[in-house]
């Protein structure tokens, strides 16, 4: 049974790109657990994905053995993702441990996801090691950046250990600080069980891997368990710990992280955040656990070419194995067939949800554009909430529609406050408060509609702060606004798929925006297709794509012109004819256009 005072727990968090990944790969080849033959960068990330975007997307972790005044210690690792998007795996990950390395760029300085994970680990009651990383890098301003980190975050910058995770210096600072500012974890190795799950995957042979953190008892292979919020029991069939690969130990005890193999089929059958207990001795304290995942951006997938709706539904369910995080349902559309409603926690990882679809599941994928949830309040006095502007009811059984409100963390340089007002003003923001973060750096808070920022606003804002930039927001609730549906008429037919909920200010704009972009992207067919956007039953916009045009009098030169009238009516009538009959065929692009950038 391990001694408690020589385990640490901690995980690393940091904003997109300081370089968590990279330190945890020198962590790995410090401690030794990785030979320099083996070393690859980007260790921790399995995911080709993963590799090729250069982003962390699950949260994966490591135990590793290291030496410190004679004593050897067990660090266990868990190297989180940056992005927003991912906030909840990093949640997960602060939950199983007692310490936290915040990690900030000593070149670009405190970011917005930097303060959010920051203060999750703070609320967490973490104790936090201020990492100031890429001191290698010639523009590196260590000390200046751990005094903004000071005066932003509150963290003593006299204890922030200054590292690069390219070329190792500052690692024994690094360790040395791990050992001696993050507590060893509490609990009872003689007592009742109590272990969380904080993650789970799914293999094709085991079975569900669950991934635990031990905070009282011990378990050991061929111990009958309990999950006490599915309810069910299991028998543990394997027991192990990752270092980094998975490998078989005799038991887990109180403090350790790892994982066990109990002939669990599927991911339905285990509910991450689930307290383990023994059969035997069962616990009456559960674990707090996590609240579940909150999809907030949604849009329905339909097979492409090629691909049909039974094999894109088992693509789906294959994936949803390893990434529970994604919701699907059936849809129909006229347009596009029968097709599945996806929800996704932000637009990236709705672009990773497709890119894995198409490489692991062999489908191609037609996307809608992603739409945000609304509450409805009906005449009725009953609240409900649609995903898809397809389930509006009647708007004469309306009383409100509420869209989701997110609460926005801005960090911009100084000089460009102005056009980054001028941004959010356009975006229908409401500004809360601007902190001076130092002389260069200000840090704006705005309240803003989910439904304006989901698409290109971080793009935007990246282009007017020249790349300086970062947004953090978290979903506060629902605000009455003044919202109408916009339906868009192809060749006279409403295409569902392409109807959008927008504020009625701006659906003159965005209506001819759509149809401008639209008309690019439908070929032209042998009849004329017009293209309308409509409230209701009044059409607020119109553009036609003109029909391919033949002259079919050209070899009729000379003589009378009822020769030629002839020709041109026997042609309209064809026309007249094939309109009626013609199906008009929209590329994938089209239904992305609802987008709506400005070029």
């Known amino acids: 049974m391990p001694d408690l005072s020589l385990i640490r727990n901690f995980s690393i968090v940091a904003h997109i790109d300081h370089g968590k990944s990279t330190l945890a790969d020198r ?11 083996e070393m690859r960068e980007q260790f921790l990330d399995d995911m080709d994905l993963e590799r090729e975007m250069g982003i962390t997307i699950k949260a994966n972790r490591a135990t590793c053995p290291y030496p410190y005044k004679g004593r050897t210690y067990m660090l266990n690792l868990i190297d989180t993702p940056g992005h927003v998007d991912f906030h909840y795996e990093v949640s997960r990950a602060l939950a199983a441990c007692e310490g936290v390395l915040v990690l900030v760029d000593a070149t670009q300085g405190v970011q917005a996801q930097t303060v959010a994970n920051a203060f999750a680990a703070i609320e967490a009651g973490l104790s936090i090691v201020l990492v100031i990383n890429k001191i290698d890098l010639p523009a590196a301003r260590p000390e200046d950046i751990a005094l903004e980190a000071e005066q932003v975050l509150g963290l003593d910058a006299s204890h922030a250990v200054f590292t690069s995770g390219k070329t190792g210096v500052g ?109 035997s001795n069962p616990t009456d304290r559960p674990l707090p656990g996590y609240q579940p995942p909150q999809q907030m951006v949604f849009c329905d997938f339909y097979p492409g070419m090629g691909s049909t709706t039974d094999q894109l539904r088992e693509a789906m369910e294959k994936l949803w194995l390893n990434d529970s995080s994604y919701t699907y349902a059936t849809v129909g559309s006229d347009a596009l067939g029968i097709g599945f409603r996806c929800g996704f926690l932000g637009l990236l990882h709705m672009r990773i949800i497709q890119e894995r679809l198409e490489r692991e599941g062999n489908v191609t994928v037609v996307q809608t554009a992603p739409t945000v949830t609304y509450e409805i309040k009906l005449k009725d006095g009953t609240v409900t909430r649609i995903e898809s502007p397809s389930e509006l009811p009647d708007m004469s059984n309306i009383e409100e529609i509420r869209e989701p409100f997110v609460n926005a963390q801005l960090i911009i340089p100084a000089e460009c406050v102005g056009v980054v007002m001028q941004l959010s003003r356009e975006r229908r923001g409401r500004h809360i408060k601007t902190e001076y973060l130092s002389p260069t750096r200000v840090m704006m808070t705005y309240d803003l509609p989910l439904c304006e920022i989901i698409y290109d606003f971080y793009d935007k804002l990246k282009s007017c702060t ?25 060749n006279g037919v409403p295409v569902d798929a392409l109807s959008v909920i927008v504020h009625r200010d701006k659906t003159l704009y965005r209506g001819r925006r759509l149809l401008e972009r639209l008309k690019k992207q439908i070929d032209r ?52 004819r094939m309109r009626t009959v013609g199906n008009v065929s929209i590329p994938q692009e089209a239904f992305m256009s609802i987008l709506d950038p400005d070029d």
């Open 466 to 490: 020249k790349g300086y930039g970062t947004a953090d927001y978290h979903v506060r609730g629902y605000d009455p606004g003044d919202m109408v549906k916009m339906d868009i008429l192809v």
């Open 171 to 279: 690692m024994d600072d690094l360790f040395k600080a791990i050992v001696e500012h993050i507590p060893p974890p509490n609990g009872d190795p003689q007592g009742a069980l109590r272990a969380l799950i904080y993650d789970a995957k799914s293999d094709i042979h085991r079975g569900v891997i669950c991934h635990t953190r031990v905070f009282d008892g011990t378990f050991k292979r061929g111990d009958k368990i309990d999950l006490m919020a599915a309810g069910r029991s299991f028998i543990i069939t394997e027991v192990g710990k990752f270092t980094p690969k998975p490998g078989a130990v005799e038991s887990l005890s109180a403090g350790e992280v790892g994982y066990f193999v109990a002939g669990i089929k599927t991911l339905v059958d285990v509910t991450i955040g689930d307290t383990l207990t023994l059969a």
């Open 27 to 37: 962590i790995l080849e410090y401690t030794g657990v990785v030979t320099k033959r």
């Open 525 to 576: 067919h042998q009849f004329e297709i017009p293209l309308q956007a409509a409230i209701g039953t009044k059409v607020i916009a119109r553009e036609t794509i003109k029909a391919f045009r033949k002259d079919v009098t050209a070899k009729c030169y000379g003589g009378d012109i009822t020769r030629k009238r002839k020709l041109l009516d026997k042609q309209k009538e064809g026309k007249k």
